[in-house]
């Protein structure tokens, strides 16, 4: 009682948030943080410094060219484009319907489906570079003789994005409350109706949202395209899924490796509109996420 | 064993009040969930267009024999039913028979109010179009069944606007309209109120003793003044201990009209409860 007649509530609690163990962890909390953005603004600093002297219209309308000065990275940025696309064609119905297999049909006891669901989780953590090889192994067996094509790259960047696609639309459809299943199945609907008509709409943002994600990490890859043997000099517009084509990752691994400095500058200039389409893309799938996000 | 069959003496013998014109009778229902028998040798009967009340304390099973009358019981794994569910003659869980035509007939309507987030046409044309019925006007066929369910006056100027804007209460009563929109024979209640208001429980129940003029209604209820008020047959459950695994499972007790079941229970253990003197 004495001590209580001498504390006021100003006084601080023992173990306050502002003694020092607590201060420390806050503060490393923040140097982390720090850390890690300060990574992402030297970058960024680095090459919109390096790349400004480059950002201009020829970077989208020219072609690549022994001289730096006419150089550009149309067939790139196209080449990219296509080869997203195409991948997004395969991917997304692959894996949505996967994951609405196991989650929504599948018989979550059986040993198979435990397996494969392991399994899934495993692939999302293999490195890029394995795809490649997986899908050269893959298209030389079918005697694939030009590999260098937009099918063959989108073959290749599906197979290292379709986990995360899988994963990330289980996990959206988890999200949505048994109850309307319940709703849909107590009206006679059948359940594939009720995945068709009721379940699957209300996970669309969670799908829409996951696949963008996907796929801009699919984006920045350029390693299975190399093995696959993807151009670093072309001269014309890919112009279908059996065109050759080069990528934006690629055609900016080519030009750091030239001496000149010349192209050093156009490497960055090139970065600066991936980071733009990538930055672009997240910005939709968090747009999407907010304005169909649903309360249940 | 010894001990449940003592206690079931209203079952053993048959003691069922006459049920005229019984839509569905269960006759010595057992329901298990894997190895855990939740409810022991029920026999009933529910009558055509009447109000059947379910009550009794939690875990007394009243929602598990609920569930299994439309076959939603089929939806939780290792869940099983045992003995005979007849509706108008036909055993539901026989072979052969469809579970979804099965919940075609007998529609059901959840504790929490679940629409679809969807507009609150789309909820009541989603029965329609997912069991093929095709109304001649599906705007007349909405109007017809929001109308049923005293909701259209409240909707009729925002039937395009998403199903989760709603109170509480008109979420239900779309529930119940999207319910009686694909015609069902019979209605199942699973505690329709516990998430709502008195007021909004109030406008349920004149709901449910407007449509027990067409349909066949089974509600489950914690609230006994519930189904004093709108049930035309009260059946009482409770939870016993067997004796062997020390499982709790659940028995009828007393089944008989409301007002016997208020007013002159047989049952010793009825008269308790209804007088909320234990449960």
Not at chain 1, 271 to 287: D, E, P, Y
Not at chain 2, 16 to 33: K, Q, R
Not at chain 2, 171 to 178: D, H, K, N, S, T
Request: net charge neutral.
């Amino acid at each position: 009682m004495a001590s209580s007649k001498s504390k006021t509530l100003t006084t601080r609690a023992t173990n306050s948030e502002y003694s020092l163990r607590p201060m420390i962890f806050y503060v490393t909390l923040w140097f982390s943080l720090i850390f890690g953005l300060m990574f992402l603004a030297t970058l960024l600093f680095d090459i919109i410094t390096t790349g400004s002297g480059r950002l201009d219209l020829r970077i989208f309308t020219e072609f690549p060219s022994s001289s730096p000065e006419r150089a550009g990275a149309r067939p790139a940025i196209l080449g990219s484009i296509w080869v997203i696309g195409t991948t997004a064609l395969i991917t997304v119905p692959l894996g949505v319907a996967s994951a609405i297999h196991l989650e929504e049909f599948a018989n979550k006891k059986s040993r198979i489906n435990r397996f494969i669901e392991i399994n899934v989780q495993n692939l999302a953590a293999v490195p890029s570079v394995v795809y490649g090889l997986l899908a050269l192994a893959f298209l030389s067996a079918l005697g694939v003789g030009d590999k260098n094509i937009v099918i063959a790259g989108a073959f290749a960047l599906s197979l290292l994005i379709l986990p995360v696609v899988i994963i990330s639309t289980r996990e959206a459809l988890r999200a949505v409350p048994v109850e309307i299943r319940m709703g849909s199945l107590a009206l006679g609907a059948t359940p594939l109706q009720t995945t068709l008509r009721s379940t699957l709409p209300a996970a669309v943002p969670g799908i829409a949202t996951g696949s963008i994600l996907a796929l801009s990490r699919a984006l920045g890859e350029a390693a299975p395209l190399l093995l696959l043997g993807a151009l670093v000099f072309v001269s014309f517009d890919p112009n279908g899924f059996l065109s050759g084509y080069t990528t934006m990752p690629i055609q900016i691994f080519n030009w750091t490796g030239r001496p000149q400095e010349e192209f050093h500058v156009l490497a960055a200039a090139t970065s600066v509109v991936l980071m733009g389409l990538l930055l672009m893309m997240n910005g939709l799938a968090i747009f999407i996420r907010n304005k169909f996000q649903k309360r249940y | 064993m010894t001990e449940q069959r003592r206690l079931d003496v209203s079952n053993g013998d048959r003691v069922i009040p006459e049920t005229p014109n019984a839509v569905m009778t269960l006759d010595d229902v057992n329901v298990f969930y894997g190895k855990f028998r939740a409810v022991t040798d029920v026999s009933l009967a529910f009558g055509e267009r009447e109000i059947t009340a379910l009550i009794g304390p939690s875990g007394c099973g009243k929602s598990t024999i609920l569930r299994s009358l439309n076959r939603m019981n089929d939806l939780v794994d290792g869940a099983r039913v045992q003995g005979q569910i007849k509706f108008r003659g036909e055993e539901i869980y026989a072979k052969g028979v469809d579970p979804i035509e099965v919940r075609r007939r007998i529609g059901m309507v959840f504790q929490k109010p679940n629409p679809f987030p969807k507009s609150i046409y789309d909820n009541i044309a989603y029965g329609a179009r997912v069991t093929g019925m095709k109304p001649s006007s599906m705007d007349d066929f909405v109007e017809e069944s929001l109308t049923k369910a005293a909701l259209w006056d409240e909707v009729k100027d925002k039937l395009k606007q998403n199903a989760y804007g709603l109170s509480g209460g008109q979420q239900q009563r779309l529930c119940i309209a999207r319910t009686i929109a694909v015609k069902p024979e019979m209605i199942l209640m699973d505690e329709p109120c516990s998430a709502l208001d008195p007021v909004a429980t109030l406008r349920i129940e004149d709901l449910m003793k407007d449509l027990s003029n067409e349909y066949t209604i089974v509600i489950v209820t914690h609230n006994m003044q519930q189904a004093a008020r709108v049930a035309d047959r009260t059946a009482f459950f409770t939870a016993l201990s067997d004796e062997g695994s020390g499982d709790r499972t659940g028995v009828l007790v007393e089944y008989d009209k409301t007002e016997k079941i208020f007013n002159n229970p047989k049952d010793q253990r009825t008269e308790d409860y209804v007088s909320g003197r234990f449960g």
